[in-house]
């Protein structure tokens, strides 16, 4: 006797692909939250290595971190080159490193005191967020303007982090100011009611309340928007005014007011901490989920590398835990 097998019938082969269908749709989120959250612990990692770095760094160079500024202000801060890295350009012209590339060392990679980090194939990755997308870009990444190393400092680097430049920058002994570039005077917010002061000048050992003070940070907000022109004040000429700046500070650089479009008001439990960084337009909230409704993001996370070495994934509405000031206030 001659046994035929049954066949799917067209309307079983199309239930089939239905479900397969339905599975995938039901799936497909879950996938993208699980590598969005996967994705949120590596750039975490990649923040607590650079603070890790740093604080190395400072113990080597008694306290001192790399310094963000001009090579000009770092010679006369760093005289006898043993507070800051330095190297020898195409001229043969003691240069510093900018902040990025003198913490290679201290990242593990010491193959050439003279290698930029974008240069640094072992160490290259942990400058960068994997959810950040300007990274996959034709031009990626963002701008380190006091960036003594590249060839170009217009240029963009493959970075995804931004320094405290309350902490990281230089003072100019002959007027005693603090300066972020040249001319981008840089005042820090030092309490209420109290003028602004100077920059710590890269002295690490000299934050207060290291565990509450961010070092490092996600940065850069791309397409570059002028935050002066946000606020709708377009002759200011800061520097670190945009937002495709890869630093971060209490300094209002000139902006009046020195908020977004609808933002709250600055106020004092505001002015020294990563909320007033968060109403000025420079923090991508979209590397963790947030969503952007109207001028303001939803659900926004930010990853931050604080002072003492450690890092924390920091929720939007929790900013103003975290300081940018490093003085007592």
Known sequence: MTHRRAAFTLVELLVVIGIIALLISILLPALGRAKGAANTVKCLSNLRQLATAARVQATERNGFIQLVGEKERATILDPSKSKFIWYRDGGNNLVPLDWASALLPYLGDKTSIDKIFKDSPGKRDVYKCPSDSFQEDTKPGYRITVNIGLSNTADYVPASYGI????????????????????????????????????????????????????????????????????GNPTSNK???????LAFSTDDFDLSPPRIPGAAAITDDVQGTMEYVNRTKRLPFDRHGGKRVGNSWRNGKLNVAFADG???????DDLKKVRVSPYKW
């Open 164 to 231: 405290n430049a309350d902490i990281a920058c230089g003072i100019d002994p002959g007027n005693g100011q603090g300066y972020y570039n040249y001319n981008t005077v840089l005042g820090v917010y030092q309490g209420p009611g109290r003028p602004a002061t100077i920059p710590l000048g890269a002295r690490l050992n000299k934050v207060n309340r290291a565990a509450e003070t961010a070092l490092f940070a996600d940065m850069g907000v791309r397409p570059m928007q002028d935050v002066a022109q946000v606020v």
């Open 239 to 245: 520097l670190m005014r945009m937002s495709d700046e």
């Open 310 to 316: 450690h890092a924390e994934t920091m929720l939007q």
